[in-house]
């Protein structure tokens, strides 16, 4: 069974920092590309990053350019996102997923909740 | 860039059906058939729907249809149920590489 499960969030004041982790099992992790995805509290989905299965090509979506930090460890099959710089409107919860293909996000893990405030 | 943008709300009886629209540009939608759809219940974790403009994952009713004109693609639900209430997203790829999502539309059962 493919799970995804994601650590790492809490409360963290502006200009901090965090990282993210998901730790995945059930499938060949280094065979995937990966994704972060956020929620903010009562608003709609955010594509944040994305990884290959290599590591070999990232994209970012503008808002967290400069500032988040996506990578991955294929021998422990985890996927990491560092926060840094962190802002009020980085509150959200954040998901990763798996790509199945171009945009198809087949997995996804339950989210871990990120709170920045002061 | 601005999500792509989809009515707030769509509303029907059970056993109706219910067309969702999202629009985007030449640089995203129109450009490429990689449009997804995702639902979405409260507290809970999207789930993929439809893949590719039209394709649907397996385990996924085929009352879900997707379809795209020009930059608008659609995403119909028939025969509406009232599990069908939820939040429904889609995505797209886009010219730059990136991903990005439409605003959300609740649909809601009668």
């Known amino acids: 069974e493919v799970q995804l499960v994601e650590s790492g969030g809490g409360l963290v004041q502006p200009g901090g920092s965090l990282r993210l982790s998901c730790a995945a099992s059930?499938?060949?992790?280094?065979?995937?590309?990966m994704n972060w995805v956020r929620q903010a509290p009562g608003k709609g989905l955010e594509w944040v990053s994305y990884?290959?299965?290599?590591?070999?090509?990232?994209y970012y979506a503008d808002s967290v350019k400069g500032r988040f930090t996506i990578s991955r460890d294929n021998a422990k099959n985890s996927l990491y996102l560092q926060m840094n710089s962190l802002r009020d409107e980085d509150t959200a919860v954040y998901y990763c997923?798996?790509?199945?293909?171009?945009?198809?996000?087949?997995?996804w893990g339950q989210g871990t909740l990120v709170t920045v405030s002061s | 860039q601005s999500a792509l943008t989809q009515p707030a709300s769509v509303s029907g009886s059970p056993g109706q059906s219910i067309t969702i629209s999202c629009t985007g540009t030449?640089?995203?939608?129109?450009?490429?058939?990689?449009v997804s759809w995702y639902q979405q219940h409260p507290g809970k974790a999207p789930k993929l729907m439809i893949y590719?403009?039209?394709n649907r994952p397996s385990g996924v009713s085929n009352r879900f249809s997707g379809s795209k004109s020009g930059n608008t693609a659609s995403l119909t639900i028939s025969g509406l149920q009232a599990e069908d209430e939820a939040d429904y997203y889609c995505?797209?790829?886009?010219?730059?590489?990136?991903?990005?999502f439409g605003t959300g539309t609740k649909v809601t059962v009668l």
């Open positions: 995505s797209s790829y886009t010219s730059s590489s990136t991903r990005i």
């Open positions: 590719e403009v039209s």
């Open positions: 997923a798996r790509d199945f293909g171009v945009v198809i996000h087949d997995y």
């Open positions: 990884i290959s299965s290599s590591s070999s090509t990232i």
């Open positions: 059930g499938f060949t992790f280094s065979s995937y590309s």
């Open positions: 030449s640089s995203d939608v129109g450009g490429y058939n990689y």
